[in-house]
């Protein structure tokens, strides 16, 4: 379309500005696709410019010593105009991603945060992460007696296999992520990760994307977080459970003491009456 253009206006521009027009293809298309389609068209607009344009036309020759160094600097330019807008864009697209990321995780953070207990918490954690990777999710929680819970969270979208619930079982124990998108049985169904706390692993959540779609890295860092993020919520909902059973158990010691004070106080006095009867009845037999 640009060479199209360039044909209509050279008669009223003349060559020379036919390589501006050029540029300004270079520049847009650096905005719209990556480093390497850039630099393509770069290379191929100095070519055109070259064969189509400086004279003799239709030819790679250059007549004019200064056309030849327009053609090399129009050509050193354009390379760099198009490495530049590329590195533009891929800026662009990080800083979008980072701040995909951070409203992702303040989301997810807040909806916790704000839950009125854990259950309505790990549902919101759920729902989250399936509208953010569009993929379904399943939830495994540790137990009480420290292993992972074969049945998934109510909230779960996804229902496994035996094989893949052993995988999840199996990413809990070594506390590593296993499965698809990995290094670790990449042709499993399902992408296992382990909930790290701070001091445990506190579940499994297991996620599948739909058929035909990857995660690429920045996804894969930012469901990691997610995992992260849920098995801190966990760890903080056991500690805070274990803490009330301190409590109770230090409440109920206190009564136990003070119930146990109480019933000595209150059976001194008639001991003692008793036991001075007894002495008395003692030293009457004895002087009798």
Do not use: C
């Amino acid at each position: 379309l640009a060479t199209a253009v360039s044909f209509l206006i050279e008669p009223f521009t003349g060559y020379l500005s036919i390589a501006l027009l050029y540029l300004l293809l270079v520049v847009a298309v650096g905005l719209r696709l990556r480093r390497g389609p850039v630099l393509t068209v770069a290379a191929t607009s100095a070519l055109l410019w070259n064969f189509l344009f400086i004279p003799p036309r239709f030819t790679f020759y250059i007549e004019k010593l200064q056309d030849a160094m327009m053609f090399a600097m129009f050509f050193v330019v354009a390379l760099a105009m198009g490495h530049l807008t590329s590195r533009l864009r891929l800026s662009e697209v990080a800083e979008r991603r980072r701040e995909r990321r951070t409203a992702a995780l303040y989301e997810l953070a807040h909806q916790a945060a704000f839950a009125t207990d854990l259950d309505t918490g790990l549902r919101a954690a759920v729902s989250l992460t399936e509208s953010t990777f569009g993929a379904q999710v399943a939830l495994f929680l540790r137990q009480k007696d420290h292993a992972l819970s074969t049945v998934a969270h109510p909230a779960s979208s996804l229902s496994l296999s035996e094989k893949e619930k052993s995988l999840a079982a199996w990413a809990f124990s070594r506390r590593i992520p296993l499965g698809k998108f990995t290094e670790t049985l990449p042709d499993s169904e399902a992408l296992h990760l382990p909930l790290h706390g701070r001091t445990a692993v506190m579940g499994v959540l297991s996620i599948v994307p739909p058929s035909g779609r990857s995660l690429d890295l920045s996804e894969r860092d930012l469901l990691e977080a997610f995992a992260a993020l849920i098995g801190t919520i966990l760890e903080k909902d056991h500690f805070f459970e274990a803490f009330k059973r301190a409590e109770i158990i230090e409440a109920s010691e206190r009564l136990h003491r003070a119930l146990f004070d109480s019933v000595s106080h209150e059976l001194k006095t008639p001991l003692s009456a008793v036991q001075a009867g007894i002495d008395a009845l003692g030293r009457q037999l004895g002087g009798d």
